[in-house]
Antibody, heavy 115, light 112 residues
Framework: EVQLVESGGGLVQPGASLKLSCVASGFTFSDYWMSWVRQTPGKTMEWIGDIKYDGSYTNYAPSLKNRFTISRDNAKSTLYLQMSNVRSEDTATYYC????????WGQGVMVTVSS | DIVLTQAPLSVSVTPGESASISCRSSKSLLSSKGITSLYWYLQKPGKSPQLLIYRMSNLASGVPDRFSGSGSETDFTLKISKVETEDVGVYYCAQFLEYPFTFGSGTKLEIK
């Protein structure tokens, strides 16, 4: 059974950094592109970016490219999202997905940016 | 960026009746390979989004055939025939033709 489990969220102050993780199981992680998507409290869905199966290539939403970094550790079957200089508008639930946002999504992890 | 405009914002449906949701793209979603890269999702309350339709008209595995997708290069429709109470939630369209990938703003389906 494919499972994606995000962690690392919580309350963070504006300007701080935060790293989210997504542990994958039930499939060969190193065979798949992976993506991050977020959903704001107002329910807006936003694609953040994705990473090639070997970690050699990434794509980002232009508005997030300078602050967010996606990486992966195939040996640990883990996807990461490094968030820096976070802002209140980064408050959202963050989902990892396998490949294009398709069938497999994690349960999501909440990030709240507030002082 | 490709902008996806969904309508209506919300829809209220009597069980057993049909519902249609529109998604209009600011650009053709037809690729050079003849694939229309428009996807539909349902997010039930408190749950992660689930894929309903991929590549405009293909039903995802396990999705009831009450759901169907259709459209052209820029105008798309999700139809739900014989709506059931379990269909409640927010429906999103999304495009994966080109980066950055984008989502519609969502349509909330409620039961009368």
């Amino acid at each position: 059974e494919v499972q994606l489990v995000e962690s690392g969220g919580g309350l963070v102050q504006p300007g701080a950094s935060l790293k989210l993780s997504c542990v994958a199981s039930g499939f060969t992680f190193s065979d798949y592109w992976m993506s991050w998507v977020r959903q704001t409290p107002g329910k807006t869905m936003e694609w953040i970016g994705d990473i090639k199966y070997d970690g050699s290539y990434t794509n980002y939403a232009p508005s997030l490219k300078n602050r967010f970094t996606i990486s992966r550790d195939n040996a640990k079957s883990t996807l990461y999202l490094q968030m820096s200089n976070v802002r209140s508008e980064d408050t959202a639930t963050y989902y990892c997905t396998r490949g294009l946002p398709g069938v497999y999504w994690g349960q999501g992890v909440m990030v709240t940016v507030s002082s | 960026d490709i902008v996806l405009t969904q309508a209506p914002l919300s829809v209220s449906v009597t069980p057993g009746e049909s519902a249609s949701i529109s998604c209009r793209s600011s650009k053709s979603l037809l690729s050079s390979k003849g694939i229309t890269s428009l996807y539909w999702y349902l997010q039930k309350p408190g749950k992660s989004p689930q894929l309903l339709i991929y590549r405009m008209s293909n039903l995802a595995s396990g999705v009831p055939d009450r759901f169907s997708g259709s459209g052209s290069e820029t105008d798309f429709t999700l139809k739900i025939s014989k709506v059931e109470t379990e269909d409640v939630g927010v429906y999103y369209c999304a495009q994966f033709l080109e980066y950055p990938f984008t989502f519609g703003s969502g349509t909330k389906l409620e039961i009368k």
